[in-house]
């Protein structure tokens, strides 16, 4: 996302919100840590969009996200 994109949801937060702030993070704060698996398709869609497997692979090591789809598991 956009730099500018917490900010604006953290000033959001302070205008408008209930809960605490914490709470709303925190699963963002984990999928950031830990990764995530993405299906086939979305594999399929980013390399049909940068041109290439390999570069999926270079965003999964810089975001680590977990890129095995179930093709790749069978």
């Known amino acids: 996302g ?4 917490v900010a604006g949801l953290h000033l959001a937060w302070q ?5 605490p702030w914490k ?4 699963p963002a704060v ?3 840590r830990d990764g995530f698996e ?8 980013i390399e049909i969009v940068t041109g290439s497997y390999k570069t ?6 810089q ?3 977990k890129v095995e789809t179930k093709k790749e598991r069978s």
Not at 2 to 5: A, E, H, I, L, S
Not at 15 to 19: D, Y
Not at 56 to 61: A, E, N, S, V
């Open 38 to 45: 993405i299906t086939e398709g979305l594999a399929e869609g």
């Open 56 to 61: 999926l692979r270079t965003l999964k090591d």
């Open 2 to 5: 956009d730099p500018g994109t």
């Open 15 to 19: 205008k408008l919100g209930s809960k």
């Open 23 to 26: 709470d709303l993070v925190t």
């Open 30 to 32: 984990a999928l950031a």
């Open 63 to 65: 975001a680590h996200i």
